[in-house]
């Protein structure tokens, strides 16, 4: 069965409901046949202690959005999905506005998938790569 872009991109905000992604308000907002884009506001919430984006939440979303397309691009009536591994590279710090993290496929196996997740800023500068391994592992274990 086929899901129209709004339909997946409603799911995927409506699972993060008590979550880290609510929590962080990390939200899918662009979805396509090999990328899925989320977004998350930089407010003092996810300071580090010198009052710019941490980091850890660039990774949180980073991983989320890696980690919904991993989700969406599998069949999930018979896998599960888990992240396994996560680089990063910050490149530019940010004060404010919003990031945004697309998620494309470097290489996309039964077993495994790489994900390459660019984290750009309201003015579309880089601030951060990753990298995304994820593990589909069956739910009949």
Same mark, same amino acid.
């Given at each position: 069965?086929?899901?129209?872009?709004?339909?997946?991109?409603?799911?995927?905000?409506?699972?993060?409901?008590?979550?880290?992604?609510?929590?962080?308000?990390?939200?899918?907002?662009?979805?396509?046949?090999?990328?899925?884009?989320?977004?998350?506001?930089?407010?003092?919430? %996810? &300071?580090?202690?010198?009052?710019? $984006? #941490?980091? !850890?939440? /660039?990774?949180? *979303?980073?991983?989320?959005?890696?980690?919904?397309?991993?989700?969406?691009?599998?069949?999930?009536?018979?896998?599960?999905?888990?992240?396994?591994?996560?680089?990063?590279?910050?490149?530019?710090?940010?004060?404010?506005?919003? %990031? &945004?993290?697309?998620?494309?496929? $470097? #290489?996309? !196996?039964? /077993?495994?998938? *790489?994900?390459?997740?660019?984290?750009?800023?309201?003015?579309?500068?880089?601030?951060?790569?990753?990298?995304?391994?994820?593990?589909?592992?069956?739910?009949?274990?």
């Amino acid at each position: 069965m086929q899901f129209t872009k709004e339909e997946v991109l409603a799911e995927a905000n409506r699972v993060s409901k008590n979550t880290l992604m609510e929590t962080l308000e990390i939200e899918m907002i662009d979805f396509g046949d090999d990328f899925l884009t989320a977004r998350m506001p930089v407010t003092p919430k %996810v &300071y580090q202690p010198d009052g710019i $984006l #941490h980091g !850890g939440a /660039t990774l949180a *979303l980073a991983e989320s959005v890696g980690s919904f397309a991993a989700h969406i691009f599998v069949d999930t009536d018979k896998v599960f999905v888990r992240g396994i591994q996560i680089t990063a590279n910050h490149i530019k710090a940010v004060k404010d506005g919003y %990031v &945004y993290a697309k998620a494309t496929f $470097l #290489h996309r !196996g039964r /077993t495994t998938q *790489l994900l390459n997740i660019e984290v750009k800023d309201d003015h579309d500068n880089v601030i951060c790569i990753c990298k995304l391994s994820t593990i589909s592992l069956s739910k009949n274990n």
